[in-house]
């Protein structure tokens, strides 16, 4: 057997159990978020289901922000040591970003708590939804973040993907039917709560997991990382990331805004129909995120031949999908209620963009372990702003189908420059780069 054959092996294998475990999140996952989503919408008015995603979508991009991109870079810094069985680095990398994410958020819920008590906006607790107990839960979804992302890290899929994408989706819709079955009537911080509630059992099921398998050691190694190193290749990770995020959720605050309020839950279900694609390219890229580390560091066609290896797995899983949405979307917008069926071309329009984008995401996380997480900054920035522009301009005119179509020409645009950008920067030396090993194995 050779040398690359032995070291292909356990990738292979790793390939092949790791995409039956995310086939499995992916199914799974999206049933049971949807289900919760279809139990919510029963529970509140439409304009309280609005509501609850704003809020959620405050906390979820808040919450990115709070880690300053620990979560994004841990696979690509300890998949390395944990492949080999060291696992000191682990707690001061965690102690790390936990420190950071614990001031931020500090300083996040504070912010919260001054603008409810002046009455700003939506966070008016008297008034509008809870965002001061939303903002309760920032904490806790960056500690999950970075849990999950130590067992990704240790090449742990299943328990690393599953408890986010199936246990916490189950436990919500339970705890709502709870309420539903106890209380006569349902309020918006009681889901908030108990939200809340799941989050907390699914991170301390997974820091048991974790001391289980001693993947983490209790003991302090300050010779570990540089502090500022970490942040240098954290930061971009997580200002793209965070852009991505405000691409996902600007419709949503701006619809709250420019348009009448019952048309939130209308586009909120949409976007929910259509999150699959991006759910199932995100969980594909995480299966070959711990694997771009050391494709990158070694030769130019294995790193090659791995990004398109998950390329064409996401290209043929989305195009799939999106076939799927557009025949069967009135089918799956008609479970919310008759009422939520004014959301059908806004959810094609929102599945046009998510595919997309879908399909130059992976070149834009490959630009992004490769350091070149500047250009994909400077390319969300510049989409952001075309969809907010967009957005002022047609939500008033069209409502949800003008937020939808703001999103896909903005979606659209992104799509073409990170490719642009990734061929410029990476693909056409990678082609250059093999082409020169093939003339010098041939003489």
């Not at 010779?223 to 970490?230: D, E, R």
């Amino acid at each position: 057997m050779s040398a690359n054959t032995a070291r292909d092996t356990p990738v292979k294998d790793y390939l092949k159990k790791g995409s039956l475990i995310l086939a499995v999140a992916v199914i799974a996952g999206f049933a049971l978020d949807y289900i919760f989503n279809l139990t919510l919408s029963r529970a509140l008015p439409s304009h309280e289901y609005g509501d609850y995603k704003v809020a959620f979508a405050f906390a979820t991009i808040t919450s990115v922000l709070s880690l300053l991109g620990g979560d994004r870079v841990a696979p690509l810094i300890l998949s390395g040591p944990l492949s080999q069985g060291d696992n000191r680095s682990v707690w001061e990398f965690l102690r790390f970003y936990l420190l950071i994410t614990a001031a931020l958020s500090l300083l996040v819920i504070i912010g919260t708590a001054l603008a409810s008590y002046w009455h700003i906006g939506s966070t008016d607790l008297e008034h509008h939804h809870p965002l001061l107990l939303m903002s309760l839960a920032i904490p806790l979804i960056s500690i999950g973040a970075l849990l999950s992302r130590i067992l990704q890290a240790a090449k742990l899929l299943a328990l690393s993907n599953l408890p986010w994408r199936i246990g916490l989706p189950l436990l919500k819709t339970l705890l709502v039917l709870l309420l539903v079955a106890t209380l006569a009537e349902v309020e918006l911080w009681h889901v908030v709560a108990s939200g809340i509630t799941a989050v907390c059992l699914i991170i301390s099921w997974q820091w048991y997991k974790i001391r289980q398998l001693n993947l983490i050691q209790l003991q302090r190694a300050p010779g570990s990382f540089t502090g500022n190193k970490l942040l240098k290749l954290s930061v971009p990770m997580m200002m793209a990331m965070l852009i991505t995020l405000a691409l996902n959720q600007i419709d949503l605050f701006l619809l709250e805004v420019l348009a009448p309020e019952h048309e939130v839950g209308l586009f909120a279900a949409a976007a929910t129909t259509s999150h699959i694609l991006p759910v199932v390219q995100t969980t594909i890229a995480g299966l070959f995120l711990p694997l771009i580390g050391p494709a990158l560091e070694g030769s130019a066609g294995r790193a090659r031949g791995l990004f398109w290896q998950g390329q064409k797995l996401i290209t043929a899983s989305i195009l799939f999908l999106l076939i799927a949405l557009i025949f069967a979307g009135s089918w799956l917008l008609s479970f919310f209620g008759q009422d939520y069926l004014q959301a059908e071309q806004a959810l094609i329009y929102l599945a046009l963009a998510y595919a997309l984008w879908g399909l130059a995401a992976f070149a834009s996380t490959w630009l992004q372990y490769a350091n070149k997480g500047s250009y994909v900054i400077r390319i969300g920035c510049a989409t952001l702003a075309i969809d907010a522009g967009l957005n002022f301009w047609l939500i008033p005119l069209y409502g949800i189908n003008g937020a939808a179509l703001a999103t896909l020409i903005a979606m659209a645009f992104a799509a073409l420059m990170t490719w642009g950008v990734y061929y410029r920067l990476i693909g056409r030396h990678a082609d250059k780069a093999i082409d020169d090993n093939s003339a010098i194995k041939a003489k």
